[in-house]
């Protein structure tokens, strides 16, 4: 059902059983799949929308980057299927530099969160409210941040991480980790989470040594990378290549 008050482009293409609700604007370049439902005063432009997302009130999906280096260069923003955004959501569309953002499958985004151009958001994150994530933060799958985050840009979150509410992260922080404060340090392993993905007992133990070798044994990082270096662990492997890869530096506990 299209609401009657409801401004589409000719350019968009809209899948049968979608629900645009009133005053909402569907504007260029715009992909809305099966079963997703556009909630009331909406706007949405140069995005792919998957099947059965549903989008309160209000939401801002595919605008322009806030980059003063943006010219207008074609880009988009790119929601996997059954994802959710609360009231006054805004993901930008990417820049010339990667051209796209990236939203994944089963996310929610709370209330006035903020994906910045280019990011890369896995399958099952959970954003809370007024969280934002700047310009080519990734996030990965199963990481909740709670409310009033915020991630610097470049940041990188890894898999399972929890970030507790007001968090500044301004490093990358490891897979399955916990952080909090300003600037954010680790508190630990985030072991809900992965109890709850139904991790076993082993590969939960392999993550807790790793845990104690990188940050409580006193080691240099390179020195405890070379400890881990013969693991393994698919878990573990994930963490050292991680690691490798930072270009901003990792979180570390206090």
Same mark, same amino acid.
């Given at each position: 059902m299209i609401h009657r008050t409801a401004i589409i482009d000719e350019s968009a293409i809209i899948e049968d059983n979608v629900e645009i609700g009133p005053g909402v604007v569907i504007g260029k370049d715009a992909v809305i799949k099966s079963g997703s439902v556009i909630g009331a005063n909406s706007y949405i432009e140069y995005a792919e929308i998957g099947k059965n997302c549903k989008f309160s009130n209000s939401v801002s999906v595919g605008t322009p980057p806030q980059d003063l280096s943006y010219k207008d260069e074609p880009a988009k923003v790119y929601i996997g299927d059954n994802t959710i955004l609360r009231e006054f959501v805004n993901i930008n569309r990417g820049t010339k530099k990667t051209g796209k953002t990236v939203i994944g499958q089963n996310c929610y985004f709370m209330a006035s969160s903020?994906?910045?151009? +280019?990011?890369?958001?896995?399958?099952?994150?959970?954003?809370?409210?007024? &969280?934002?994530?700047?310009?080519?933060?990734?996030?990965?799958?199963?990481?909740?941040? &709670?409310? /009033?985050?915020?991630? *610097?840009?470049?940041?990188? $979150?890894?898999?399972?991480?929890?970030?507790?509410?007001?968090? %500044?992260?301004?490093?990358?922080? $490891? *897979?399955?980790?916990?952080? *909090?404060? +300003?600037?954010?340090? @680790? =508190?630990? /392993?985030?072991?809900?989470?992965?109890?709850?993905?139904?991790?076993? *007992? +082993?590969? %939960?133990? +392999?993550?807790?040594?790793?845990?104690? $070798?990188?940050?409580? &044994?006193? @080691?240099?990082?390179?020195?405890?990378?070379? #400890?881990?270096?013969?693991? #393994? &662990?698919?878990?573990?492997?994930?963490?050292?290549?991680?690691?490798?890869? =930072?270009?901003?530096?990792?979180?570390?506990?206090?």
């Open positions: 903020h994906a910045a151009h +280019d990011c890369r958001v896995g399958d099952n994150v959970i954003i809370g409210n007024g &969280s934002m994530l700047g310009g080519h933060v990734q996030v990965g799958d199963n990481a909740f941040l &709670s409310g /009033l985050v915020g991630v *610097h840009q470049f940041c990188r $979150i890894g898999k399972g991480v929890m970030a507790a509410g007001g968090a %500044i992260v301004t490093m990358d922080v $490891i *897979h399955h980790a916990m952080c *909090h404060g +300003d600037r954010a340090v @680790l =508190s630990g /392993l985030n072991l809900v989470g992965m109890k709850r993905r139904k991790m076993t *007992h +082993d590969e %939960i133990n +392999d993550i807790k040594e790793a845990y104690k $070798i990188l940050f409580m &044994s006193k @080691l240099l990082l390179n020195d405890a990378l070379l #400890k881990l270096e013969n693991s #393994k &662990s698919e878990h573990i492997r994930e963490i050292i290549d991680f690691i490798k890869t =930072s270009k901003r530096g990792i979180v570390r506990p206090e």
